[in-house]
């Protein structure tokens, strides 16, 4: 392979004209001669010859940027690349929440996290879910605590309150229909 170029579009040739403005351009071929003259023209300048021949003018002095310094083209710690998701998309206050939710036991004591177990937290409401009747009203004693604690690992205001719900109860109702008031079922069937 030479570094010559094999086209005389490429050398400059008089030949082929000024390529400055479209008043200036070869009328055009059907032998395809001009695609490949304008694709020449095109590509000229990217050749390693080429660019060896380019002086630095294009940035002022001092501003030269090497491979040494950190850029924000170098690979990212994905610690600081998810900081930065989060902060953008506003999901701090969420991940704060759910980081509560996967701490429950921790934060409110292994005994109560035996019997109570958050469902959802929405505009400073946390919905907690107790196993029985009995629990349910020990928590609502200690929410005044439960929501301080809370409060200072969220932020201060972010839990406002708690609401505590008893155990998911059966439900004697089957199928589509039912009676209203009725007895429920008896010991007795047929």
């Known amino acids: 392979m030479t570094d010559e170029p094999t086209s005389g579009a490429a050398s400059g040739s008089p ?20 695609l490949a003259r304008a694709l020449t023209r095109a590509t ?8 060896r021949r380019r002086p630095w003018v294009d940035r002022p002095r ?21 900081g930065r998701l989060v902060a953008e ?3 701090e206050l969420d991940l704060r929440v759910h980081g509560v939710f996967g701490r429950w036991a921790e934060l409110v004591g ?3 996290a035996a019997h109570c177990t958050p469902e959802s937290f929405d505009e400073g409401r946390l919905v907690v879910r107790t196993d029985s009747t009995a629990w349910a009203t020990q928590l609502r004693l200690l929410a005044p605590t439960v929501v301080r ?5 969220l932020g201060h205001g972010t839990v406002t309150v708690i609401e505590v719900l008893g155990p998911h109860l059966p439900s004697w109702k089957k199928g589509p229909r039912s009676v209203r008031d009725g007895r429920g079922p008896r010991d007795t069937y047929g």
Do not use: F, K, M, Y
């Open 15 to 34: 030949a082929d004209g000024p390529a400055d403005g479209p008043a200036d351009e070869a009328p055009h071929r059907d032998d395809g001669l001009d």
């Open 44 to 51: 000229a300048g990217s050749t390693p010859r080429a660019r």
């Open 62 to 82: 001092g501003t030269r940027v090497t491979g040494a310094h950190p850029d924000d083209r170098d690979p990212q710690l994905i610690d600081s690349t998810l």
């Open 89 to 91: 998309r506003g999901w």
């Open 110 to 112: 292994a005994e109560v």
């Open 149 to 153: 604690r809370l409060n200072e690992e």
